[in-house]
């Protein structure tokens, strides 16, 4: 066999360097030793779409900060980024321009405190060319020998803080996911690039998974630690990957305290809380109750697909509201001045209207609102 007949996901081979108009490959490549037999897991954290209490940046930031890594392929922004749109910040320092927000979205290759190695896709996700952009990441993960990708969201979700986190997951298989709440009902929802490329990838026999992490609504405009952690946590469920959380841990511990302080501190807060708390233990009790009752085929989860899609269809139509709520929590004053990397708005239409108009019949949820809506939406797993 010539080396122009070898398989592309042939883990012990390194094809040839092809030119691609949607990245550049790093000189020379990173690649795994010949020896590794273990399937090369890929995560995609890919920022401005659903993004809910920065957890899709900050899982990507932290990644990067507690483990080895080095960048296999870059992408070319300037074909991907509507900046005008999404503006890189710039400093000025005594009248004088010294800097500009670099904008990148990275393949890299990590290696866990196992060692062992795993891919991360990191940066803004595109505004254009979706298309190519979904073909060039199928391209490098049958290159590299991927054959798992697990995709992270967060979305806002009407659930309190004081309740264990919620995580939703859609897949290529539902087996993969059997251990996560699950969407029960055919749902159409806006679309995102991140959501194309899990659909790219599995029509290319790619197995896929999507973890949405449920944030409380009213904490989503600032860091919750506690939705990177169990994304995070879930991730390395699914990979077998083993990711470094203590830091994440007391960063949680952090933002409670901060938490029950805020919430303390106003009967308006509190007053949401205890009602989210009611509907959150009713929604449990009904769980346990129809379980008891054996009214659920095995796999199914509870809250039910039409449950949760009524609340997407709400925190969709109420998402303007979400950063100017009165009963919004913002806890930017009280954190430090780290940013994560590209933690920008993917529009700044997000802020404005957006409404939309939803319907839904026999179990099937729509969106008809306008297409420049969609980067603005929650994944909806």
């Known amino acids: 066999m010539t080396n122009n007949d070898r398989p592309s996901n042939d883990r012990t081979y390194s094809p040839k360097p092809r030119r691609n108009a949607m990245y550049e490959l ?15 897991p890929m995560l995609v954290a890919l920022q401005g779409y ?32 509507d900046y005008r749109s999404r503006r890189p910040g710039v400093t000025i320092n005594h009248s004088r321009v010294v800097h500009r927000e670099n904008m990148e979205l990275t393949l890299y290759l990590l290696k ?26 199928v391209e490098l993960a049958q290159r590299t020998g991927v054959e798992r990708v697990v995709t992270l969201y967060s979305a ?12 939703s997951a859609h897949a290529s298989d539902n087996a993969l996911i059997k251990d996560f709440h699950t969407w029960d009902s055919r749902m ?28 409380p609504h009213y904490i989503a405009a600032s860091d ?25 841990e007391s960063d949680i511990d952090r ?19 205890a009602a989210l708390e009611r509907q959150y233990d009713a929604e449990a009790e009904q769980m346990r109750r129809r379980k008891e009752n054996n009214l659920l085929e095995p796999g199914q989860q509870i809250p039910t697909g039409e449950e949760l899609g009524a609340e997407f269809e709400a925190f969709l139509a109420d998402l303007s509201k979400v950063d100017s709520s009165e009963d919004a929590i913002n806890l930017s004053d009280e954190q430090t001045d780290r940013q994560p990397q590209n933690d920008r708005p993917a529009d700044p239409q997000s802020q404005e209207n957006h409404p939309g108009d939803y319907s839904r019949e026999d ?3 729509t969106h008809h609102g306008k297409s420049n809506d969609a980067d603005d939406a929650t994944d909806g797993q």
């Open 26 to 40: 790093e000189y020379p490549t990173p690649m795994r030793s010949e020896e590794s037999v273990e399937p090369l």
């Open 50 to 81: 659903a993004d809910a209490g920065q957890a899709i940046a900050n899982a990507s930031t932290h990644l990067l900060q507690a483990l080895d890594h080095s960048p296999v392929a870059s992408f070319k922004v300037d074909e991907l980024i």
């Open 112 to 137: 866990d405190i196992s060692d062992r190695p795993f891919l991360l896709l990191s940066g803004p996700e595109p505004d254009l060319k979706w298309e190519a952009f979904s073909d060039a990441v």
């Open 156 to 167: 806002p979700m009407t659930v309190p803080h004081t309740r264990p986190l919620v995580i």
């Open 188 to 215: 159409i929802i806006p679309g995102a690039a991140a959501l194309d490329t899990e659909y790219k990838l599995d029509k290319h026999g790619i197995e896929t998974i999507g973890m949405t992490a449920h944030v």
């Open 224 to 248: 919750y630690p506690e939705a990177t952690y169990a994304l995070l946590k879930a991730a390395g469920t699914l990979t077998g990957l083993d990711i470094p959380l203590g830091a994440l």
């Open 255 to 273: 933002i409670k305290r901060q938490l029950e302080e805020q919430v303390s501190e106003s009967q308006e807060i509190s007053a949401v809380v």
């Open 363 to 365: 179990g099937e949820q």
